[in-house]
C-alpha cells in the first residue's frame, strides 16, 4: 500500500509559468533583444521596457520567450497578469506590448504574428488587424489576458473573464512569448508582468 494516497488528490488549477519578482531565465525563458532595452525586477513582477533613440531607424525589442509552454497537440489555455504602463500603436504585425500565443524563433513567423494579440493604448486586437476591441489598457491597473484555444482551434481571447477577440483555425508550436516584438522605430512598451499561467482543464 502507496504511503501516499493515489486516489485522494486535488488537481492543480493552473501550472505556473512565470511567477515576477524571480528571475525569468531560472524559470526556463530565454530573449530576444535589440537595443535600447531594459529588464528589471520588481517585488511582483517583472518589467520589460524599450524605447526609440531621437531619429533612430530602428527601435529597442525585448521579447520574452519559454518553449513547451502547453501540448501544442491539445486544446490550452494561458493566463497572462500584466500592467501595460505605456505603449505605442501597434503595426500590421508588429506591436511594441504583444502576447504571443504561438511562437517561432528568433523573430515569430508570418502566421505566429498574424495572431499575436496586440495591446494598444486604448485596444487590443489580432495583429494581422483581422478584429480589435476597445479596451483602456494603459490605465495603471493589471489585468488577466487569458488566450484559450479550445479543440476545434477556435481562440478567444478575454480581459478580467470578459471575452473580447476570437479566432478560427488558431495554429500552435507550444512556444510563447511576451513583450516587445519590433524594431520597427517608435513602436515600444514598458510592461511589468506579474504571473503566466497554464490553466489546467
Not at 537595443?35 to 531621437?54: E, F, I, K
Not at 497578469?81 to 504585425?93: G, I, K, P, S
Not at 512556444?175 to 497554464?198: C, F, H, L, M, Y
Request: with cysteine.
Amino acid at each position: 500500500m502507496p504511503a501516499t494516497s493515489t486516489t485522494t488528490w486535488t488537481a492543480r488549477a493552473s501550472v505556473p509559468l512565470l511567477v515576477g519578482g524571480t528571475d525569468i531565465a531560472e524559470q526556463g525563458w530565454a530573449t530576444v533583444v535589440q537595443t535600447p532595452n531594459t529588464l528589471t525586477y520588481g517585488a511582483d513582477h517583472v518589467r520589460l521596457a524599450t524605447s526609440t533613440n531621437p531619429g533612430g531607424r530602428t527601435s529597442g525589442q525585448l521579447l520574452i520567450t519559454r518553449a513547451n509552454a502547453f501540448d501544442a497537440t491539445k486544446p490550452f489555455k494561458l493566463q497572462v497578469t500584466m500592467q501595460v504602463e505605456a505603449v505605442n500603436n501597434h503595426n500590421q504585425l508588429d506591436s511594441g506590448a504583444g502576447i504571443l500565443g504561438s511562437f517561432t524563433p528568433p523573430f515569430g513567423n508570418s502566421t505566429d504574428r498574424s495572431q499575436m494579440i496586440y495591446l494598444d493604448n486604448a485596444a487590443i486586437g489580432w495583429s494581422d488587424d483581422t478584429q480589435s476591441s476597445a479596451f483602456p489598457t494603459t490605465d495603471g491597473a493589471y489585468h488577466v489576458y487569458e488566450l484559450a484555444v479550445d479543440a476545434a482551434k477556435v481562440a478567444t481571447v478575454s480581459i478580467d473573464g470578459v471575452a473580447k477577440l476570437t479566432r478560427n483555425n488558431f495554429t500552435a508550436t507550444g512556444t510563447i512569448a511576451i513583450g516587445d516584438q519590433t524594431n520597427d522605430p517608435n513602436v515600444d512598451g514598458t510592461v511589468r508582468i506579474k504571473s503566466v499561467e497554464r490553466i489546467c482543464p
